[in-house]
């Protein structure tokens, strides 16, 4: 290519955006002849696609380091806990019911053992706090609440295998309708809805999840008045 024509070609691709080194690999040309043909034009603005990719670049060691430094400081806390004794989950367990389980209310008397919850973890959590109690797996009572469009017969076996039932073990699963105006976020493969686990003939346990939790409020209050004084 004749001189002439590689510096209108320069400058053709220097209007369009490109950088000089990607006008010297374009043309094979040293990088000096670039930008003495090109110097006159005004610097190409960056695309939001390029000042993005040049964000994330800037910002990805900064991110592995946070991501490594995050995933350590986990480790480390669950390392800290060890073997919890039967005393440690019965107290984490009323914590976690009187936070997440159903409640009696002054408009809503109900006294009625009932936990709902979208994490499987918090389920095996609930289960065991149950067992140790001496609620027979025979009181409980399982049936998934999913969004309509989701996988339902996916999530129906998934939960049943958390709660270590058969799928025809669970009741009739409630589907939520779809909004089309709602722009959902809880989706893919990994969105299974919620389970609820119902104890039956409960309202006796229930009075006593009330009087535990608010048996450990006061040994909380007491604690901390005599640490004031």
């Known amino acids: 290519m004749a001189k002439p024509d590689m510096r209108a070609r320069a400058r053709e691709l220097r209007t369009a955006g490109c950088t000089y080194d990607e006008i010297v690999a374009e043309l094979g040309v040293p990088k000096s002849s670039v930008s003495l043909w090109v110097r006159d034009l005004p610097k190409p603005r960056k695309t939001p696609?390029?000042?993005?990719?040049?964000?994330?670049?800037?910002?990805?060691?900064?991110?592995?380091?946070?991501?490594?430094k995050r995933v350590e400081t986990k480790r480390g806390a669950a390392s800290e806990i060890g073997r919890m004794t039967d005393r440690e989950l019965f107290l984490v367990g009323v914590g976690l019911y009187w936070a997440?389980?159903?409640?009696?209310?002054?408009?809503?008397?109900?006294?009625?053992?009932?936990?709902?919850?979208s994490d499987p973890d918090m389920i095996r959590l609930y289960l065991s706090w149950l067992d140790l109690l001496g609620i027979e797996r025979s009181r409980l009572r399982f049936h998934v609440m999913i969004h309509e469009?989701?996988?339902?017969?996916?999530?129906?076996?998934?939960?049943?295998?958390?709660?270590?039932?058969?799928t025809s073990a669970l009741g009739k699963t409630t589907l939520?309708?779809?909004?089309?105006?709602?722009?959902?976020?809880?989706?893919?493969?990994?969105?299974?809805?919620?389970?609820?686990?119902?104890?039956?003939?409960?309202?006796?346990?229930?009075?006593?999840?009330?009087g535990w939790w608010y048996g450990i409020?006061?040994?909380?209050?007491?604690?901390?008045q005599a640490n004031r004084t």
């Open 49 to 68: 696609e390029q000042l993005h990719a040049m964000r994330e670049a800037r910002w990805a060691p900064h991110r592995a380091a946070q991501q490594v």
């Open 100 to 117: 997440e389980g159903s409640k009696s209310k002054a408009h809503r008397p109900e006294e009625r053992v009932t936990f709902i919850n």
């Open 149 to 166: 469009s989701a996988d339902v017969k996916g999530a129906e076996a998934f939960w049943a295998a958390i709660a270590r039932v058969e």
């Open 176 to 210: 939520k309708k779809h909004n089309p105006k709602t722009v959902r976020k809880n989706v893919g493969g990994g969105y299974h809805g919620c389970l609820t686990v119902r104890v039956t003939s409960s309202a006796d346990l229930y009075r006593r999840i009330e």
């Open 217 to 224: 409020v006061s040994s909380a209050r007491d604690a901390d």
